[in-house]
């Protein structure tokens, strides 16, 4: 079977980490600020907190945004996205306002998110669905609009946990002026086993992000002989000196785990366009999808992937709606844009390990038709 997913560790991985181990320091040291130092370069914005996964940095970046104490506070968000994005704003105790997806591109309709923006609303959560950019520009002009009309400007919380490498007008995610969140789970692009990070548009955010992390406590040299005073409690979200030295071992194998994606994404977006029964996504200039997954939509999606799976490829729609989940029943609303591709979503093995045999085999077998 071609798998979907596989975890992406480099071979120099192994001896990093029983280094750091064995080494009498395993907690939050060296290697996490070392780890931040080097994400903040690859990003090309030195703001980056890491945390122990990109849960506790949605959960810790709505907390630090959005979170205001009343019953009224709205959330806007997707939902066709992994239950992490939309849990973390139910964590929160504020509202999940549901946006309806774009059949083109499977991210949020900005159409739709312009209409719904409001008084109530406390924070825009938008994920980069398969890794490919949401239209921040445009997003930013709705704010702007949004800031003439409300007087206040809400802040929009990117969700790159598929967008590792990708980038919107040259800029990597995260240089574009809101806070976003990558994750380092064990089958994103870049793993640290598990763990995350924000990356802050300014200095306030990051140094608040660095202490709410872990309990509010600042850990300078100091702090045992001389302990610092509490001015806003934080959580226990802070990322170990293990994790960070799998990701340090890990950081220049990503950049070549996401460029093989992309190079078997191109071979399917010209070896797929035009087969009968089945459509692309939205491919636009300005940006450059990481493909953390390769979605298409397809008719008849059961007899698709019965047809695959005879042939021994793994295929999946990998997140399911998140609107229709009892917990969350209560949000419910129309979302025609989703209902026309939720049946339909599919993806393929797109990732670094699948070989240009298997990728002539996965073509070959879609084309046959199902
Ligand atoms: C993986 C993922 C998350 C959660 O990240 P973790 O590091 O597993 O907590 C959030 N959102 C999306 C879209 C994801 O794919």
Known sequence: ??????????????????????????????????????????????????????????????????????????????????????????????????????????????DDLARKISPRTRAIVVVHFAGYPVDLGRLAKILDEAEATFGFRPVVIEDCAHAWGATYQGGRMGTHGNVAVYSFQAIKHLTTADGGALVLPDDELHERATLLRWFGISRGADRLRNPPDVAEWGYKFHMTDINAAMGLANLDWS??????????????????????????????????????????????????????????????????RNDTHTCVRRYATLLPGLDRVAERVVCLPVGWWVTEEQRAHIVETVRRGW
């Open 1 to 110: 079977m071609i798998p979907l997913f596989k975890v992406a560790m480099s071979e120099s991985a192994p001896a990093a980490v029983a280094e750091v181990v064995g080494s009498g320091q395993i907690g939050q040291g060296a290697k996490v600020a070392e780890f931040e130092r080097a994400l903040g370069e690859r990003i090309g914005n030195p703001r980056v907190a890491t945390v122990n996964s990109g849960t506790s940095g949605l959960h810790l970046a709505l907390h630090m945004v959005a979170a205001s104490g009343d019953d009224e506070g709205e959330v806007l968000s997707t939902p066709l996205t992994m239950e992490a994005t939309n849990w973390t704003i139910l964590a929160n105790r504020l509202r999940i306002k549901w946006v309806d997806v774009d059949p083109a591109t499977l991210n949020v309709d900005l």
């Open 255 to 320: 950049e070549e785990v996401v460029a093989r994606h992309r190079a078997n994404a191109a071979h399917y977006d010209r070896e797929l366009a035009g087969v009968p029964g089945l459509e692309l996504t939205e491919r636009a200039a300005d940006r450059e999808s990481s493909f953390w997954i390769y979605p298409v939509k397809v008719e008849d999606r059961a007899g698709f992937m019965k047809r695959m799976d005879e042939a021994q490829i793994m295929v999946s729609n990998v997140h399911e």
